[in-house]
């Protein structure tokens, strides 16, 4: 059964409006949920982890325990926003499990 | 630090062919990952490796997938034969003080095999 869960092979949205990109996981322990990004020509990289509760480029996301979701948001979307949205959880002593991706696409 | 270097870049290849994906992690990282991105599947880990012994190897397709990490600097992937539904971008990243941590990822290698 898939761990990471990203309903959304591809999302569009129109510049200025609103993002979410949604994630859920399967986890009964105190998870650590990440959000990578690959822009286009670009390495696969680190956008924010939710211990660090930090915005990033505008982002953010809050880990939902009840509902075990961590969906990544941002108020108005850019067209640099544009671009290949994993998420990913780590359980303890194995390695990140990433979702299957989601493509963010910014029209102008 | 040029961060972590993969080659070659691309990779085009005939079915039945052996090819060979090379990686350099960033200095000093002890963990090192390998993945495949599919449109169908998204990012798979394949195997990974601590200090450089094997750890996890149970994402590797099939046995004509193989990896080594000889040293601390140097990791290949090699397949063989070479399978059309193996391309891929095949995707080397390697972390710091265990697998919670940031990983870093290299470019990529893009593989076709006709």
């Not at chain 1, 309903?7 to 399967?26: D, I, R, T």
């Not at chain 1, 949920?33 to 990033?56: D, G, K």
């Not at chain 2, 095949?90 to 006709?114: D, I, M, N, W």
């Amino acid at each position: 059964a898939q761990r990471v869960t990203q309903p959304e092979k591809l999302l569009s949205v129109f510049k200025g409006a609103p993002v979410e990109l949604k994630c859920n996981y399967s986890y009964s322990g105190s998870p650590e949920l990440f959000w990578y990004v690959q822009y286009s020509r670009q390495r696969l990289q680190l956008l924010l982890r939710h211990i660090s509760r930090e915005s990033i480029k505008g982002f953010t996301a809050d880990l939902n325990k009840g509902e075990t979701s961590f969906h990544l948001k941002k108020p108005f979307a850019q067209e640099e926003d544009s671009a290949m949205y994993y998420c990913a959880l780590w359980e303890g002593n194995t390695p990140l499990v990433f979702g299957k991706g989601t493509r963010l696409s910014v029209i102008a | 630090d040029a961060g972590v270097i993969q080659s070659p870049r691309h990779e085009v290849t005939e079915m039945g062919q052996e090819v060979t994906l090379r990686c350099k992690p960033i200095s000093g990282h002890d963990y090192l990952f390998w993945y495949r991105q599919t449109m169908m599947r998204g990012l798979e880990l394949l195997i990974y490796f601590n200090n450089n012994v094997p750890i996890d190897d149970s994402g590797m397709p099939e046995d004509r997938f193989s990896a080594k990490m000889p040293n601390a600097s140097f990791s290949t992937l090699k397949i063989q034969p070479s399978e059309p539904r193996d391309s891929a971008v095949y995707f080397c990243a390697s972390s710091l003080l265990g697998l919670a941590y940031e990983q870093y990822f290299g470019p990529g290698t893009r593989l076709t095999v006709t």
